[in-house]
């Protein structure tokens, strides 16, 4: 399968008695579904799929999957801290109709992880699911990277089809794409490094900022891929300064808050993540103005 484009990594939102709120989520996706997204990810770190049961992911699963339109794609977070775990996710965003597997790398035993152990956990996983599985190196949440060399490595695997880096090193990215074959799908995870990852050969975005901003993260990826750079460098600018504000300094509690703002449903994180103080939300709300008036509520 092909991936291609902007993907809105969905958060997930909570009633007032601390529940995930089903309806909430639904509201948000039939929203989604009016824009130009490529899709959607369903449990992944925007997604705060750490602080879920298991009942909830299942739920969210569900909701995501009935709520999405045709021709979505549509991928699931399934990885876990066991191989088999990991597995048993896989086999269930399959049972649901998931088109792809994000798996991220297992961190607990950080110093226990080396190459080769990362490669024989993703051979098992890949062997084993039923729908293609998709690379999650997200270090700066995880403490452990995939190097270009273990990409590399697995990109051999048939059932692996690319990675979601979410480093934001564009070096880096730029060291997968030179060492995987050019079928192998490499999607980037920082807003603020959108433009120079495509520019280098990233096929798309899996973006939190895409929960509040999603038109203006698939305009920057049309601007590209209809070779307006110009515009596109422009466009990277305001995204790059949103991305640090709202997503890098602020958290998911940051990108609800603007969801709040732009009309879709956002709400409070899930403890121990703390919601925003107001003088966080003065800050959003007056960065917000600036890129559209219209859209900041009282």
């Known amino acids: 399968m092909i991936v291609c484009g902007v993907f809105a990594a969905l958060t997930t939102p909570y009633a007032r008695d601390g529940s995930v709120s089903l309806p909430d989520l639904k509201n948000n996706v039939q929203r989604y579904n009016q824009t130009d997204l490529a899709g959607y990810v369903a449990l992944g770190s925007t997604g705060e799929s750490v602080l879920l049961s298991r009942a909830e992911m299942d739920g969210i699963l569900i909701t995501v999957r009935e709520a999405a339109v045709k021709g979505k794609t549509l991928l699931a977070g399934a990885g876990a801290e066991s191989t088999a775990e990991t597995i048993e996710r896989t086999k269930r965003a399959a049972e649901l109709g998931y088109d792809a597997a994000l798996v991220k790398t297992p961190c607990y035993y950080k110093p226990a992880y080396k190459p080769e152990v990362l490669i024989a956990h993703y051979r098992r996983v890949a062997d ?28 051999e695997h048939r059932n692996i089809m690319g990675i979601k880096d979410s480093s934001g090193n564009v070096q880096g990215v730029g060291e997968i794409i030179a060492a995987t074959p050019p079928a192998f799908q490499v999607l980037v995870g920082s807003a603020a490094t959108m433009y120079p990852s495509l520019a280098i050969g990233a096929r798309g975005a899996i973006l939190a900022l895409a929960c509040a901003l999603p038109e203006k993260c698939v305009a920057l990826f ?17 995204l790059a300064r949103a991305s640090k ?54």
């Open 128 to 155: 084993e699911s039923p729908i293609p599985v998709l690379l999650y190196s997200i270090p700066q949440f995880t403490g452990v990277a995939l190097a270009a060399a273990e990409v590399a490595a697995l990109a």
């Open 222 to 238: 049309e601007l590209l891929r209809q070779g307006h750079h110009e515009k596109a460098r422009e466009l990277q600018s305001v």
């Open 245 to 298: 504000l709202i997503v890098s300094e602020m958290g998911i509690a940051g990108v609800k808050h603007v969801m709040d703002q732009r009309g879709y449903r956002g709400g409070l994180p899930r403890l121990p993540l703390l919601p925003l103080q107001q003088e966080q939300k003065k800050r959003l709300n007056d960065f917000l103005a600036t890129m559209e008036p219209a859209a900041v509520r009282a």
